[in-house]
């Protein structure tokens, strides 16, 4: 980022456990995007569904996320 221009960087790791109220919701949304993007609409749901079944419930997740910040200096 600092070749491109911007200025104060900063990247950090951050362990995260998510619980998600909506299950199927937060795993189409976060998780699943490019897998769901490569399936006919109407084979969409139902995989989603199935991966949420598979991971049985309550769905927990572990990962890290990974922060970043930056500032992209004024024009002037």
Request: charged share 25%.
């Amino acid at each position: 980022m600092r070749e491109t221009g911007f200025e104060d960087v900063r990247c950090d790791l951050e362990q995260r456990t998510v619980l998600p109220d909506q299950p199927l919701d937060f795993v189409t949304t976060v998780c699943l995007g490019q897998h769901l993007e490569a399936l006919p609409l109407a084979l969409r749901e139902p995989f989603a569904r199935a991966v949420v079944e598979a991971c049985g419930a309550p769905l927990v997740l572990d990962y890290r996320r990974l922060n970043i910040a930056a500032t992209r200096p004024s024009r002037a």
